[in-house]
Nanobody, 125 residues
Framework: QVQLVESGGGLVQTGGSLSLSCAPS????????MGWFRQAPGKEREFVAH????????YYADSVKGRFTISKDNAKNMVYLQMSSLKPEDTAVYYC??????????????????WGQGTQVTVSS
């Protein structure tokens, strides 16, 4: 099973910025769609953003729209999440996700088949 590997989490102050990266463990893995979810303590995993591999169509949760940007590098087979104007409520473990074929938009985490281990993002007030 292909794993996704996230990097870039950390601690940042309110209003700050942070960038996350994600790449599949198998270099030959080609997803149809890749995205980011997050899970705060005691809460369910929630959708953040996704991007299609062909066409680069993006979709965002309302809570992050205008503050977060998802992008990809086809040559490197990587997806990124640029987060700005961070708030304490953005604190969570962020997970990279991918799938081979999903109709968009798709915000239900149960429909995604490939996941990373998660990276912690903490926003201090």
């Amino acid at each position: 099973q292909v794993q996704l590997v996230e990097s870039g989490g950390g601690l940042v102050q309110t209003g700050g910025s942070l960038s996350l990266s994600c790449a599949p463990s198998a270099r030959t893995f080609r997803a149809n769609i890749m995205g980011w979810f997050r899970q705060a303590p005691g809460k369910e995993r929630e959708f953040v953003a996704h991007i299609t591999w062909t066409g680069s169509s993006t979709y965002y949760a309302d809570s992050v729209k205008g503050r977060f940007t998802i992008s990809k590098d086809n040559a490197k087979n990587m997806v990124y999440l640029q987060m700005s104007s961070l708030k304490p409520e953005d604190t969570a473990v962020y997970y990279c996700a991918a799938d081979l074929g999903l109709p968009v938009p798709v915000i239900d985490a149960r429909r995604w088949n490939y996941w990373g281990q998660g990276t912690q993002v903490t926003v201090s007030s």
